[in-house]
């Protein structure tokens, strides 16, 4: 069974992956979601650019560094991989929490409400995570346990996840359906007069990946551990409690406006 190459264009010495591919296919996604909705909040295309011109590297620094951190077993005696991402070994919540950062300092020097900001990334960050999936399918990275068949699926991903003489179960696109099915449900409501208050697009998408990644990371075989305890199951739980408390906080004790209020 032929897989993959994860080399989708050679150039010389030049080689461009498939991996990274998909992470700017479904960060350009996002961008563009961002400007069609940053009007609505009064904000302009400009200021959508300048932030991800600072996030986007920082973000996949603080990716790598997370990654690296909770490997550091391995990564102490290969020091020359430490920069190796198109080797794969990069964490979404190390992105996530670098880019969250970089928000929250990138709206107050614009003095622009965080809340929006947060609510205009959200929608195409769930986006971006559902491709950037694919992106761990043909690195045949990020998969579960050994199966005896995926009949269910198409021949090709099928090829795709056998891997050490098995077939393995496809968490990647368990994930990659699920933050789909996201997008499309907020995207579905977040216009919807009256529904959503400032920041319950961005407390919805915590709670709703941090439900779909607590399961599914259960099921991979690659888990960063610390101490026993799946790491980013630990990250999930506290974004579900996150989301939950600032959606009750809003909308019992806070005076938020609705999402569509400027």
């Not at 591919?21 to 979601?33: F, K, N, P, R, S």
Request: aromatic fraction near 14%; glycine fraction near 8%.
């Amino acid at each position: 069974m032929a897989a993959i190459n994860p080399i989708a264009l050679q150039l010389g010495p030049l080689e461009i992956h498939w991996y990274a591919i998909c992470i700017v296919t479904g960060m350009a996604l996002a961008v563009w979601l961002a400007m069609r909705e940053a009007p609505r909040k009064s904000m302009t295309s400009d200021d959508v650019i300048d932030f991800i011109l600072i996030a986007f590297p920082v973000s996949i620094l603080g990716a790598r560094l997370y990654y690296v951190a909770f490997e550091w077993d391995y990564y102490r005696d290969h020091l020359n991989e430490l920069l190796a991402t198109w080797h794969g070994g990069i964490a979404i919540y190390g992105a996530l929490l670098a880019g969250a950062l970089v928000l929250l300092i990138f709206s107050y020097r614009r003095k622009v409400n965080a809340y929006d900001f947060l609510d205009i990334a959200a929608p195409g960050v769930m986006l971006a995570q559902s491709f950037g999936r694919w992106g761990n399918f043909i690195n045949q990275e990020a998969y579960g346990k050994a199966i005896t068949h995926l009949d269910y699926l198409p021949k090709f991903i099928r090829n795709q996840m056998y891997i050490e003489g098995s077939y393995r179960v496809p968490t990647f696109l368990y994930e990659s359906f699920w933050n789909l099915l996201g997008f499309a449900l907020i995207m579905s409501l977040r216009h919807r007069p009256g529904l959503l208050k400032r920041g319950e697009v961005a407390w919805f998408y915590l709670v709703w990946y941090g439900c779909g990644r607590f399961v599914i990371e259960g099921m991979r075989t690659d888990s960063l551990m610390l101490a026993g305890l799946r790491v980013s199951q630990c990250l999930s739980i506290i974004l579900v409690i996150l989301g939950i408390a600032m959606t009750y906080y809003g909308r019992t004790k806070g005076k938020q406006p609705s999402y569509q209020q400027k």
